[in-house]
């Protein structure tokens, strides 16, 4: 685990997680709660960066029954809510399809993320060249030209091509 960023402290069985756990994915979301055969199974929270945590009763590392409270204490409610609107589709992917298995992380909708071109960022609907500015969608036509306010955005939050780990070998890294 510790090869692909992730760690666990807590109970195991077979050398898998089993019973109660600790998962640290490589972003620094955390889940916390039952394991089973290496999975998420039972009862457990994620607990987020941002200081949100989803509350779930897991199946095979999938969730069947939860709920996501935001870091200032608001609980999201599946009926009347009007907070988020139809932009807003955080976690879409993951109730439709469930979490990545423990140990693979997900960093974007898909499964494998897109590759970014060198000294980009993916900012959610394209790549962004910060040496120009500019917005190309994953096809490659123009988007936009981000302004002062959406380029801190990017710098500061999307994944960034530098830190995608293309080819890691144990062997080679330990000859050099």
Request: charged share 30%; hydrophobic share 25%; glycine share 12%.
């Amino acid at each position: 685990m510790e090869f692909i960023g992730s760690s666990y402290k807590g109970d195991t069985k077979y050398g898998r997680m089993e019973g109660q756990g600790e998962y640290t994915f490589p972003t620094g979301t955390r889940y916390v709660g039952e394991m089973k055969d290496g999975m998420f199974h039972g009862k457990g929270v994620l607990h987020f960066q941002n200081g949100s945590k989803y509350e779930a009763i897991w199946e095979k590392s999938k969730a069947k029954q939860g709920s996501y409270t935001f870091s200032d204490g608001l609980q999201y409610k599946e009926k009347d809510w009007d907070y988020c609107d139809c932009l807003d589709r955080r976690f879409y992917t993951e109730r439709c399809n469930g979490l990545r298995p423990a140990g693979e992380s997900q960093i974007t909708d898909l499964h494998p993320p897109r590759v970014i071109p060198d000294g980009c960022y993916d900012c959610g609907d394209g790549f962004y060249d910060p040496s120009t500015r500019v917005i190309t969608s994953y096809t490659g036509g123009i988007l936009r030209k981000a302004d002062d306010s959406e380029h801190e955005w990017i710098v500061r939050t999307c994944r960034k091509a530098w830190d995608e780990v293309v080819d890691a070998d144990p062997e080679k890294s330990a000859a050099s």
